[in-house]
């Protein structure tokens, strides 16, 4: 399938802004079962790009400076993207968890893509006993790894409430967790919290779900908006599996990867400092569009 995504941000300021330096991580990467054919990024009324290092994690960055007065500031980022990604099987024959977890303990991979990376807490996602003791409950080392992680994401799916009143973006999981709700970032958070208390490598993933659902099937929840699920890495022979505790299904062909990090401050679309006196709104739409 090929889509088109649409992803505008604008910020309304209060006041003028002299200055601003933002990163943006709008291109999706290169990543199993998607291929990126055609990119093109606008911002106005003023601004220069260059290439920046992603500091961790894998993103494609912008740096964004806009260094004369403007009272807006919109950014149009507009992608083609295939994807052909199959949807996972569970096997009895699937490693179990305690194989995955020795095999990430003993990897060698030390690139951004390592299992290593992606085994502790990170900023935003810190351990913690009760979110740990919730998720164990589907995580018995001797389980096979994807039945282990669907049955979590589906677990969450049903006890959590999809609640965008609930929580802000620097709500920690322990928050959402006693709320019993939240958006897809939180769930994704909470899955995370779990795996990595069971040694398991679970990165935050970062990117879109298809706007208008093919004949006969219900729209998924997160879309018009960035949406976050979390990918398990399943040993050398699996590598990397996508589930989305949000929706309670695996990342598969209405998925599409922007950007992996250990947390969300990693792969921000869009971060940065503006100097201005006045306050500001931001509005952010998105449109995940099948072309072919």
């Not at 802004?17 to 106005?44: E, H, M």
């Not at 303990?105 to 990170?122: E, M, N, T, V």
């Not at 939240?182 to 208390?197: E, K």
């Not at 709104?281 to 099948?290: E, G, I, N, R, Y």
Request: charged share 20%; net charge negative.
């Amino acid at each position: 399938m090929i889509y088109r995504i649409r992803h505008v941000t604008r910020f309304d300021y209060g006041a003028q802004v002299r200055f601003a330096r933002c990163n943006l991580r709008l291109k999706p990467i290169l990543w199993s079962g998607q291929n990126l054919d055609d990119y093109a990024l606008t911002i106005s009324p003023a601004g220069r790009t260059a290439p920046a290092r992603a500091e961790a994690g894998l993103a494609n960055v912008l740096r964004l400076v806009v260094d004369e007065p403007v009272r807006y500031l919109m950014i149009e980022s507009v992608s083609h993207i295939t994807v052909d990604r199959l949807v996972p099987v569970p096997s009895p024959d699937d490693p179990t968890l305690s194989a995955i977890a020795h095999a990430a303990r003993i990897s060698r991979d030390a690139s951004p893509a390592g299992p290593s990376a992606y085994l502790f807490p990170s900023p935003l996602i810190p351990l913690d006993p009760d979110i740990a003791a919730y998720c164990a409950a589907d995580l018995d080392p001797d389980r096979p790894a994807l039945e282990a992680a669907i049955a979590l994401a589906q677990r969450i799916q049903h006890d959590f409430d999809f609640d965008p009143t609930a929580t802000l973006v620097d709500t920690p999981p322990r928050e959402a967790f006693m709320k019993r709700g939240g958006v897809c970032q939180d769930f994704a958070q909470i899955m995370i919290t779990g795996l990595r208390a069971a040694g398991l490598p679970a990165a935050y993933a970062s990117g879109y779900i298809r706007t208008i659902p093919p004949p006969g099937q219900e729209r998924l929840v997160g879309a018009d908006a960035t949406h976050a699920w979390v990918l398990l890495w399943c040993g050398e022979k699996l590598g990397w599996v996508g589930v989305d505790p949000t929706n309670g299904i695996w990342m598969a062909g209405d998925h599409i990867i922007m950007a992996i990090g250990r947390d969300y401050a990693e792969i921000a679309p869009i971060d940065g400092i503006v100097l201005g006196s006045g306050a500001q709104k931001l509005a952010v739409s998105v449109d995940v569009a099948p072309v072919g």
